[in-house]
């Protein structure tokens, strides 16, 4: 996305990439556009001028990613987004959202929170993006391999009666449950101020 508008602050889609299951590249356009751009945000979209001059039209990328998406299932993370600037729907039945999968969601005031693609990444595959500037690319096949990994757990909790929200969230990042962890399974008799 790029900034449209007085300060930047309406999204404009400036890029779309697909990949299939096995992460290979079905589509990766920039998109012309309509109005000035008044913010690229370079630094999170990787997106410069130089890159939507000469682009497709929304339209022709439009109808690209429809196609592609037909009787498909649609893997990503946060969706509902993408699809609003793509303008287009797809069959919710066929929608796996990484961001709304509760295991990979935390709870904050009794509600599950989404938690960041590249902090799922890193914790769940391994995998460092969106570091600088981000690619699309990177995300998507991100969003597939986090889908694949979970993707028994996901695909028997869809067909129960309560669906995903029998799933447990993850409440905290796991960085901070090994710290609490290795602290009470420390020997009280080893730690020099447990006299005091």
Known sequence: MVGVGPGGDRDSLARVSIVNAAGNVLLDSFVAQKEPVTDYRTWVSGVTAKEVQGAPELAE????????????????????????????????????????????????????????????????????????????????????????????????????????KQLPTANRPAAKKKRVESYRLRDVQDDPMADL
């Open 61 to 164: 990328v439009q109808k690209a990613a429809a196609e592609l998406l037909q009787g498909r299932t649609l893997v990503g993370h946060g969706l509902s987004k993408d699809l609003r600037v793509l303008m287009l729907s797809h069959p919710r039945k066929a929608i796996r959202d990484t961001a709304k999968f509760p295991p990979f969601m935390f709870s904050k005031g009794g509600k599950r929170r989404p938690r960041a693609l590249r902090h799922l990444a890193l914790q769940e595959l391994g995998l460092v993006i969106q570091e600088g500037e981000h690619s699309s690319v990177d995300d998507a096949r991100a969003a597939l391999y986090l889908y694949q990994k979970h993707a028994s757990a996901w695909e028997r909790a869809l067909k129960t009666p309560s669906g995903l």
